[in-house]
């Protein structure tokens, strides 16, 4: 065998130089790191990490998966919102596409979207007829400017999502979670909210270009808490987890269904659980050890 030409050298260190580059550019929380709990982003998890800018300032943080052209988690700190939802005008994001792109995010144009952008992330067209909504990981809710609730807006924060779970227990988790912490939460409350896969290859959007989750998860830290809680929120602090279902067929081992639910939200149950107990079903599903707060937000000094 000849030995490997000068092109062929010269372009496997182009090639290695460039991803190298593309993992240097968006491959970094370290200018969003105060949305995570002592700075500590969720271990056990691996992606592409994501400050998610929106006019010049930095919102929350995602961490993105490639492959699934949707996200693990975002990480956000809540503050207690204002005023409506805004209206939807989605967003992508260009550094995702290239590597050396500004990084605030974008409005998808009116007409066709460049092809980089098609082939790097979810467009608008991967979930217009398909038979699930568009989930926010970080929701809109769940802040009080209005810069904060439509920086949301992108799909790099969304996940494909059944409208019974993003129209029922899910949102009535959201709500309660905006409730609870807007109420006891004296401090910062970091949230962390993402999906967890099907096992083996999964489902997928029609065109098989976006993953579709079999179920979303949430928690919470708050370390510095009221400390007259009423009986029902002993539990709920400093940390709070749970799991919803985005599948009414799936089996009842990390998530019961509950006969009681309206017909339309059947099947979607949420369930509140221990940290602890969300991590374990984490790195059951993931293949790995989870643990998504600093010393599980125990807020010891
Ligand atoms: C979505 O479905 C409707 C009704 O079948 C159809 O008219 C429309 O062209 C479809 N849109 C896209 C983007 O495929
Ligand atoms: C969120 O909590 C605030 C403060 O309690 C409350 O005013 C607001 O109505 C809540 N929003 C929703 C949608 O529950």
Same mark, same amino acid.
């Given at each position: 065998m000849s030995p490997p030409s000068t092109e062929l050298v010269l372009v496997l260190v182009f090639t290695a130089g460039w991803c190298f580059m593309c993992a240097a550019d968006v491959g970094d929380f370290s200018p969003c790191l105060q949305v995570f709990y002592r700075s500590w982003p969720p271990k056990g998890l691996a992606g592409t990490p994501i400050c998610q800018r929106f006019y010049n300032r930095y919102r929350f943080a995602t961490l993105y998966s490639r492959p699934r052209r949707s996200p693990w988690f975002s990480a956000y700190l809540y503050s207690t919102p204002a005023g409506k939802r805004p209206s939807a005008s989605w967003k992508f994001e260009p550094q995702l596409a290239?590597? =050396? @792109?500004?990084g605030d995010m974008i409005p998808f144009p009116p007409g066709p979207v460049d092809q980089n952008v098609v082939d790097s992330q979810a467009v608008e067209l991967d979930y217009i007829?398909?038979?699930?909504s568009r989930g926010?990981?970080?929701?809109?809710?769940?802040?009080?400017?209005r810069e904060d609730r439509t920086a949301t807006?992108?799909?790099?924060?969304v996940v494909p999502q059944k409208a019974g779970s993003n129209a029922g227990p899910w949102r009535a988790l959201e709500q309660r979670v905006n409730r609870t912490l807007a109420a006891y939460c004296l401090g910062e409350a970091h949230v962390v909210t993402g999906a967890i896969p099907y096992r083996g290859d999964g489902r997928w959007l029609g065109n098989r270009r976006v993953a579709v989750p079999e179920y979303l998860w949430s928690a919470y830290c708050c370390p510095?808490?009221?400390?007259?809680?009423p009986e029902e929120l002993? =539990? @709920?602090?400093p940390t709070y987890a749970a799991i919803g279902r985005?599948?009414?067929?799936?089996?009842?081992?990390i998530v019961p269904v509950s006969p009681a639910v309206k017909e339309q939200f059947r099947g979607f149950d949420v369930r509140a659980m221990p940290l602890g107990t969300l991590e374990g079903h984490l790195g059951d599903r993931l293949g790995g050890r989870v643990r998504v707060f600093y010393e599980q937000c125990s807020g010891s000094d």
């Open positions: 290239y590597p =050396g @792109a500004r007829n398909s038979t699930y926010h990981l970080n929701p809109s809710l769940h802040h009080r400017s807006f992108t799909l790099a924060n510095d808490y009221s400390r007259s809680l002993r =539990g @709920a602090f985005n599948n009414r067929d799936s089996g009842e081992e």
